[in-house]
């Protein structure tokens, strides 16, 4: 029996993709110039290797990439070690900002990132985060949230959010039993030494270019000598999320975003809490839908 | 208090402590991080004050944790740093010290023991994997100066972590000590510093514990790194044995002791000797590598050899390794404490050393020591 599939009717011009348009550029041409190859050993839907090639972006066009030094951590993103092409030292898991304090201290012309998980960062090395932010040691810390161990396949972390399931957190996070998330960029927010915190996330073309922008604040941050600064991205992971591949965006919107409120969490000194940031992204969402209603009008005449 | 500069020729009384930071400056130490614990405080104190003048950096950590992380960082530069701690602060530090070891960074490790008792976590330490430290015991300030600076450079020269073992007496007592910078000849190059220059050629450079590098570099991978650590580990226990004795040529009896206990020994088995005595000593002065040889040599036609240390017997087993079978060995040393239980007990007396010696040397192996003297304050 022959079914017959309708035909999806196109709204607006349709874009002949059988030729590319001139000034086009392929991927392959889009890759950062500090990263050394375009794959990555993550699973598929990872966030992780936005992240990493939005900061080293950011990096190259701030002109500091003949200056930066990174310190990894222990975790998924561990294998990006080998393929950024930036001077880096391997620290141990929860160790990355000390380490970066040495790197720091010996060699103050330079830009000095970490780049940590949550397990790593909120985990095992919260003492490290904190006292590093509270000194205003003059490096930037990068978070990749994804609200679980992804290397070791889904376990439950200090951001994990409520009702999160996870392999040690199977009917999903309770407060009674497993305790509350940390919110670790607010935390952190309010510490003195802190210059400028902000939580961005690669769910969206949106969410990324955003992000971008924090990662050069924090980047401009540290040139200035003016302290500690931190970003931390919600990145997706489906694998350890127990979810299909490509719902990883949806679920980062409606899972960790709505704990992990994102945006700009301090800057200039002025601290911004969750109320006001989601207040702000609400502003952000209804002024794009009305864009988007707007641009969809005049394409269509309507 | 003034800070005393390294003054070839002039000789200042200075506490164990001060003379190690002046030491290690005079070095080209610049990075220091520590964390205040009895008996290791001072040293931190005085790294604090030393090290800004020369353009240096001393940090007082958090923790112990990341005291040694912050050295990690320092060392991954290029530049000479250190840490230390107490045994207690050097538990906390073991992980790191493993992988510090593995990324072949040259961290030097002042430590000053609670008692005397910490062999076996200096020279085997308590971390994971395939790792050793070169382990200086001096025993006493003017040695304590000496070694620190030998430290740095034997970091340097083999990329690998130095533990300079210090106990309550080297880091509180004082003596008059001449620091000089000593010239202890060329040390390799340091191409594997981070700085970011070579950012974005393609040669980045990666300092790991698991012998990764960047992707298109050339790579050991793990097990090999993993191999090649072995290797340089035997060529460190060929090259840097250091071990003094005395009066070993025709000795009956022969006391094995390291640190400060073994200045004590020496001075009785020199007071001995003095009288008639038939006595010697043998002092390692680098607990690893340890001077195996020397015991297999000197232990020879002896009647007895003798081990004492401040503790319920560690350094003994490796003395039973050295000798292995040529001689009795036995413990003439046992646990004594201050109050505190951070100093050095009633055992650590002249009077009473020599009358434990003298008990092995007419009796043997199966002579009966004197009873352990009790710290009745304690």
Request: net charge negative; aromatic share 6%; proline share 6%.
């Amino acid at each position: 029996m022959t079914v017959t599939q309708p035909q999806p009717q196109p709204v607006g011009p349709v874009l002949d993709t059988s030729v590319a348009p001139p000034g086009a550029k392929k991927i392959a041409d889009l890759k950062p110039d500090l990263l050394l190859t375009q794959e990555h050993a993550m699973c598929p839907g990872c966030g992780e290797p936005i992240a990493l090639r939005v900061y080293l972006e950011a990096l190259q066009e701030l002109g500091l990439a003949q200056r930066t030094i990174g310190v990894a951590g222990i975790g998924c993103y561990t294998a990006f070690s080998g393929t950024m092409d930036v001077d880096l030292v391997q620290a141990l898991h929860g160790r990355a900002p000390s380490v970066a304090t040495g790197v720091k201290r010996m060699k103050p012309e330079a830009i000095v990132f970490t780049l940590q998980g949550d397990g790593d960062m909120v985990n095992e090395g919260l003492q490290e985060i904190l006292h590093t932010a509270a000194r205003g040691e003059n490096v930037t810390c990068i978070l990749l949230n994804n609200g679980v161990f992804g290397e070791t396949g889904g376990h439950m972390t200090a951001t994990t959010v409520l009702g999160q399931r996870t392999k040690n957190s199977l009917d999903g996070r309770d407060a009674e039993y497993h305790g509350y998330p940390m919110l670790i960029g607010d935390l952190i927010a309010q510490i003195q030494g802190a210059s400028y915190v902000a939580r961005g996330s690669v769910h969206n073309a949106g969410a990324v270019a955003r992000t971008k922008r924090m990662f050069k604040r924090a980047f401009e941050s540290q040139m200035h000598n003016e302290g500690f600064s931190f970003v931390e991205v919600l990145t997706m992971c489906p694998t350890g999320w127990f979810i299909p591949t490509g719902d990883g965006p949806d679920y980062l919107q409606d899972t960790l975003a709505e704990v992990h409120v994102i945006g700009e969490l301090k800057v200039d000194g002025v601290v911004h809490n969750t109320e006001q940031l989601v207040a702000e992204n609400t502003r952000k969402a209804e002024e794009a839908a009305a864009n988007k209603a707007r641009d969809l009008a005049a394409k269509t005449g309507a | 208090m003034t800070t005393v500069e390294a003054s070839p020729g002039v000789a200042h009384l200075m506490e164990g402590s001060e003379a190690i930071a002046t030491a290690a400056v005079a070095a080209g130490c610049r990075f220091f991080a520590g964390y205040p614990m009895t008996p290791f405080t001072e040293v931190l104190e005085h790294f604090a004050k030393q090290l800004p003048p020369v353009g240096g950096v001393c940090v007082n950590a958090e923790s112990e944790l990341e005291a040694v992380g912050m050295a990690w960082g320092a060392l991954s530069t290029g530049a000479r740093a250190a840490t230390g701690s107490t045994g207690q602060g050097l538990s906390l530090m073991q992980e790191s010290f493993s992988e510090i070891t593995l990324a072949e960074l040259p961290l030097v490790i002042f430590y000053m023991a609670r008692g005397g008792q910490d062999y076996f976590q200096s020279t085997r330490g308590g971390g994971h994997g395939d790792y050793r430290h070169m382990v200086l015991a001096p025993m006493d300030i003017a040695e304590a100066a000496e070694l620190t600076q030998l430290a740095f450079h034997l970091a340097d020269k083999w990329r690998n972590p130095v533990l300079v073992y210090g106990d309550y007496l080297t880091a509180h007592t004082q003596q008059s000590v001449s620091i000089e910078p000593v010239d202890f000849g060329p040390v390799p190059d340091k191409p594997w510093a981070v700085n970011g220059e070579l950012n974005g050629t393609g040669n980045s450079r990666i300092v790991s514990p698991l012998g990764f590098a960047k992707k298109g570099q050339p790579s050991l991978g793990i097990e090999r790194h993993l191999r090649a650590m072995q290797a340089k580990l035997a060529e460190i226990e060929q090259a840097e044995v250091r071990v003094e004795t005395g009066y070993v040529d025709d000795a009956e009896t022969v006391i094995v002791a390291f640190g400060t206990p073994a200045k004590f020994v020496r001075y009785v088995v020199a007071q001995m000797r003095a009288e008639g005595e038939k006595v010697g000593y043998v002092r390692p002065i680098t607990l690893w590598p340890y001077p195996y040889e020397t015991l297999a040599q000197v232990s020879e036609g002896v009647r007895t050899v003798g081990v004492f240390e401040l503790c319920g017997g560690q350094m003994i087993e490796d003395v039973r390794l050295g000798v292995l079978g040529r001689a009795p060995v036995v413990g003439i040393g046992g646990i004594s404490t201050d109050g505190s239980g951070f100093g050095v007990g009633p055992l650590l007396d002249v009077e009473i050393i020599r009358e434990r010696i003298l008990a092995i040397h007419r009796g043997g192996a199966d002579a009966e020591l004197p009873p352990l003297p009790v710290n009745e304050r304690g």
